[in-house]
């Protein structure tokens, strides 16, 4: 398969909250990882966004594509750069309820436009499906970089320390994530504080009375 430039690593998987010049547009790109249950060997490729085409429905469309066997279990990884937008949420949960033989996690740099009522509401929608979405921490950073990189090339930064900055900044980020996933929760539980029952009338009053 065709790997990721390290200086594409660096750059696109970089999730500091702010860039620093020069300035560089942060895209959205998706490597996934599909491991078969039997222990073969996994199937590795990464997507970026097309032109009214994102990274998750390339990617969907490429896992249909495969023709995998049904009656066979697989474990798929994705590590993204971005959350995935409401759209690719809803097309994401979709494909996954339809393809039971697929166990699918989701793992994303940084989240995108995580301010937005929009984006919040389908984090939500995929934390409650079949599909959690959950933010790359050292492991997951490590992995990405291991099998996703091209390491033959001469490096400009030590990796190490670019992995370790990444999983600094990607505390900050989980505890935004988990804010998010807890809202729901909170405003339900606070609207069933606020419920006030109305005194009975004497008329329910009398009609109730043994």
């Not at 594409?8 to 620093?20: C, E, G, M, P």
């Not at 995935?84 to 989701?106: G, M, Q, T």
């Not at 793992?107 to 790359?136: D, I, K, N, T």
Request: aromatic fraction near 10%.
């Amino acid at each position: 398969m065709a790997l990721l430039t390290a200086k594409t690593f660096s750059l696109q998987f970089n999730n500091k909250r702010r860039i620093k010049r020069p300035y560089y547009p942060r895209k959205a790109l998706l490597c996934y990882q599909l491991t078969p249950q039997n222990g073969s060997t996994p199937t590795r490729g990464y997507f970026k966004n097309k032109k009214k085409c994102h990274a998750e429905i390339r990617f969907i469309n490429e896992i249909k594509s495969m023709g995998l066997d049904e009656t066979q279990c697989y474990q798929v990884t994705c590590y993204l750069t971005w959350s995935p937008c409401p759209s690719c949420v809803r097309e994401l949960v979709a494909f996954i309820k339809a393809h039971d033989h697929l166990n699918l996690r989701i793992f994303a740099s940084r989240l995108y436009c995580h301010w937005c009522r929009r984006q919040q509401e389908g984090l939500r929608l995929l934390c409650g499906s079949q599909v959690p979405v959950e933010v790359m921490g050292s492991r997951e950073f490590a992995d990405c970089w291991e099998n996703f990189v091209d390491h033959k090339e001469p490096l400009s930064f030590n990796p190490s320390e670019m992995l370790e900055e990444l999983d600094k900044n990607s505390r900050a980020i989980k505890r935004r994530l988990e804010r998010i996933k807890s809202w729901s929760v909170d405003v339900l539980e606070n609207g069933l504080r606020s419920l006030q029952l109305g005194p009975v009338s004497s008329s329910l009053s009398r009609s109730n009375s043994r």
